[in-house]
């Protein structure tokens, strides 16, 4: 396999300078990355970073207000069409088709049937 190591390019994210940055997952075209207490996103919006539709496409980290307020994220992932994270309270959220998804779960840690809760 070749790679092309021109158009292969490493960017420094000054906006994080001074704050605590926890966690970074990444998609394909789009980056989430956790600080203390707050969850921000940035790229390509095909519904994955938690804005309004209106929103196509965002250049700089954006916080994601959905989410509760106070509530440090332990878990962050990304994929192609969505982003997805686990707070301290236990709590999984999911932002997908332009929506911030709570999703039920039961004291087990199981999933049950119930209706996403739309934040």
């Given amino acids: ?22 966690q970074v997952a990444a998609g394909r075209y789009h980056t989430a990355v956790c600080t203390e207490r ?8 095909e519904g994955q970073l938690g804005y309004p539709k209106s ?15 106070g509530c440090e994220v332990l878990l962050l992932c990304a994929s192609d ?7 301290s309270d236990g709590d999984i959220f999911v932002l997908h088709d332009n929506t911030c998804r709570k999703i ?11 209706d996403f809760e739309v934040l």
């Fill in 104 to 114: 039920p779960v039961s004291p087990f840690g199981l999933f049950v049937d119930a």
């Fill in 38 to 45: 707050e969850l921000f996103t940035w790229g390509q919006n």
């Fill in 1 to 22: 396999m070749y790679i092309d190591w021109m158009w292969i390019a490493v960017w420094q994210v000054k906006f994080f300078r001074g704050l605590k940055v926890t």
């Fill in 81 to 87: 069409s969505a982003t997805a994270c686990c707070n």
């Fill in 55 to 69: 929103d196509i496409a965002q250049s700089m980290p954006k916080q994601v207000t959905h989410l509760p307020k």
